[in-house]
């Protein structure tokens, strides 16, 4: 007879008492909230004269099971699904900390760009996604000049003498 505890003996483990609730979840085999955080993709969000760029990891997450949207007011919605490969293939398995599951992150892009324009790639488990901006985003710069710290003092404290 095998040895190893099964779903269904799992509750004569014996754990500390903090963990009580953690391996309650996991007893019945549901998820805890910060599971789900793992599956959210980590994103970066850059620019340069002429493009968004937004990267997003997606470890372990097929091409196939990516889903990308961008909506009229600027936002980009990236979504899919991490597929939990068939227990059949691991029947020796004790446990896993590996997450699967549905994940959609939601990321507002405050520019104005050309959406039909936009372009991704998918490589080694990183989204790469670039959108233009529309010509006059490209022109929508002003540089701010930066006083010395005395002038700015001296402004501040006449400003304060007036309120």
Known sequence: MNNQPTIA??????????????????I?????????AELDPK???????NNIM???ELPGIEQNDIDLE???NGYLTISGEKRHEDAAASPNGYFSEIAYGSF???VPLPWDLEYSKASADYTNG?????????????????KI???????????????????
Not at 29 to 35: E, T
Not at 151 to 163: C, D, E, L, P, Q
Request: aromatic share 6%.
């Open 9 to 26: 003996n799992r509750a004569n483990i014996t754990v500390p008492r903090h963990n009580f609730m953690a391996n309650l979840f996991n």
């Open 43 to 49: 994103i970066e969000v850059a620019e340069n004269k």
């Open 145 to 163: 000049n930066l006083n010395n710290e005395k002038k700015a003092k001296r402004k501040t404290a006449a400003k304060a003498k007036k309120a």
């Open 70 to 72: 961008i909506s009229a």
């Open 28 to 36: 019945f085999g549901l998820r805890q909230h910060s599971d789900f």
């Open 54 to 56: 937004v990267t997003a």
């Open 104 to 106: 959609s992150r939601t």
């Open 126 to 142: 990183v989204l790469c996604i670039t959108i233009p901006k529309t010509k006059t985003e490209q022109q929508n710069r002003q």
